[in-house]
């Protein structure tokens, strides 16, 4: 079936403006052509929309999700054989948000994979997803790295077994091995169908912030080696200046949250080494307004943290490096989100400063983008054109070009005037067919809004609040910040 889409202005990231009424004709789920209406060849079944005064510019991309980040003790019992149906859910939410493709960077591989066929197939509707299943080195949502409270809570049977599903053969066991070695099972993880590889360059949270190095310089350079080898995108987990240079030179084809250096900001070489190589800049901005709410919240030691990333994020913009929206986007469990602890943390932001939400995160940061300096055009490439390229896709995404798959996102309001023009969504077409926006997504579940309170709970008088402040990883809840 063939779709002709008229009279909008196309801002197909290629040129450097907008194009004012222009058609775009699919057919087979790519793109055919792009033109004036008049001059096409258009088919005699095709189907025609007429988008006059709309703005069509391509799917937006994410290269940094999480479509099961909830991988708390009760959410993983609740749904215990049925993750699929949680990943299923976020990846609807992403695509009705205007992604139209994902790349979770760490999620339990099967489940993943799994959803990841079906709306290959044609038999669900979701965002495209490619994954990396885990992050080579870290063990699972249960451990030191992730949620340290759970072991000694849940049974040693229940708590073994979802870490094994997200783990398998590829956590912190490997700290011990050869580079070689290390290699070796990086090969075999990556021949269960993972789509690209990331490893730990420094640990994640515990004690130290993140600041410890996971790995060596010898033995980084091996699991980027093996990816390559594969044909597959390698990238790293980084949270210190060190594990970010060394990530760089081990040949990273992008890094993560490489704004997020501790205290430190980033040194001159280094931002030089993102501007001279072929190293994607991954970076989780909050805008003006999200960081003078969190600074309310936290200490003066968190406070020197998030200081240094903004810092980091204005001289990457500056440095001329490549740079990549996203978010760390998921969907927190509803009592999560109500747990008062956790509005001192940055998951705990409003809504309209949440960077971590899934379904509006990348709004807001495409905003805290705007705000640092980025040109209007530089920001549309780092979420469509930057991501497709570092992720090896751009053959098939990014832009909007003869022969490309056929995923555009329709706007009322010009990205080009404003970033916030970004919401104001009409419709979305992935795989040259319009979603159907309103009915995603298919099944709430995550996103249904808690059960009604108990009779009993209004009698129940409470004798103490306690707890300790939740932390800032959407996964990390290990009761330390």
Partial sequence: MALLLTGATVIDGVSEEGVSDRAILTENGRIVAIGRAADLSIPADTETIDFSGKFIIPGLLNANVHLLVSALLETLIRYEGRYEELITEAAQVALKSGMTTVFDTWGPRGPLMAVRDRIDRGLVPGSRIRCAGNIIGFEGPFSDDFNKRIPGVGSTHFVDRVNATWVENTGRHLMWLTPEAVGEEVRTYLGRGIDFVKYASNEHGGSSAGAFIQFSERTQRVIVEEAHRAGVTAQAHAQSVEGLRMAIEAGCDLIQHCNMTGPTEIPRETLELF????????????????????????????????????????????????????NDGGILAPEVMKEPMIKGTWNGLPEDEGLGRLATGHFVWLRAMEEKGMSPMALLHAATRNI????????????????????????????????????????????????????????????????????????????????????????????HH
């Fill in 388 to 479: 497709a390229e570092a992720y090896q896709v751009d053959d098939d995404l990014g832009t909007l070009e003869a022969g490309k798959v056929a995923d555009m996102v329709v706007l009322d309001e010009d990205p080009l005037q404003s970033a916030k023009n970004y919401q104001s969504i009409h419709a979305v077409i992935k795989d040259g067919a319009v979603v159907d926006l309103d009915a995603l997504p298919e099944q709430a579940l995550l996103t249904a809004d808690l059960p009604p309170a108990l009779e009993e709970e209004a009698h129940y008088k409470e004798f103490l609040h306690h707890g300790e402040r939740l932390p800032g990883c959407p996964s990390c809840m290990n009761g």
């Fill in 275 to 326: 501007a001279q190589g072929n190293c994607g800049a991954v970076v989780f901005p909050l805008t003006d307004n999200g960081l003078n709410i969190l600074k309310e919240s936290i200490s003066d030691y968190e406070w020197t943290i998030w200081k240094a990333s903004d810092t980091n994020v204005r001289n990457l913009i500056s440095s001329g490096a490549t740079i990549l929206l996203a």
